[in-house]
Nanobody, 129 residues
Framework: QVQLVESGGGLVQAGGSLRLSCAAS????????MGWFRQAPGKEREFVAA???????????DYTDSVKGRFTISRDNAKNTVYLQMNSLKPEDTAVYYC???????????????????WGQGTQVTVSS
């Protein structure tokens, strides 16, 4: 059974930084695409970032436009952990952030941008103005 446990959320002022972590268990971590999604109050859950399984020596990444240049997703396959480094945070980044795992090809994900995998419980990120 796949388990994803997020940590690192909290309250930060606009312009500040936070680093989210997600520890995964119950899966062959290196075989999974890992992602971060978020849900703000009154809004639907939205895609934030994803990182591919390793391809030769690199991982591919994808970001929603609103976080490009500010957020960085990374993974440590030895620790079964995925990270989301969030810099230059804005009040509109306030949301519950969810870690997600999906056993699917990166090409298929990029083509369809759909996600049907496992989810964590979420961690709250609040950015004050």
């Amino acid at each position: 059974q796949v388990q994803l446990v997020e940590s690192g959320g909290g309250l930060v002022q606009a312009g500040g930084s936070l680093r989210l972590s997600c520890a995964a268990s119950g899966l062959t971590f290196s075989n999974y695409i890992m992602g971060w999604f978020r849900q703000a109050p009154g809004k639907e859950r939205e895609f934030v970032a994803a990182i591919s399984q390793i391809r030769v020596t690199i991982h591919y990444t994808d970001y929603t436009d609103s976080v490009k240049g500010r957020f960085t997703i990374s993974r440590d396959n030895a620790k079964n952990t995925v990270y989301l480094q969030m810099n230059s945070l804005k009040p509109e980044d306030t949301a519950v952030y969810y870690c997600a795992a999906m056993a699917r090809s990166w090409t298929s994900f990029i083509q369809t941008k759909t996600w049907n995998g496992s989810w964590g419980q979420g961690t709250q990120v609040t950015v004050s103005s």
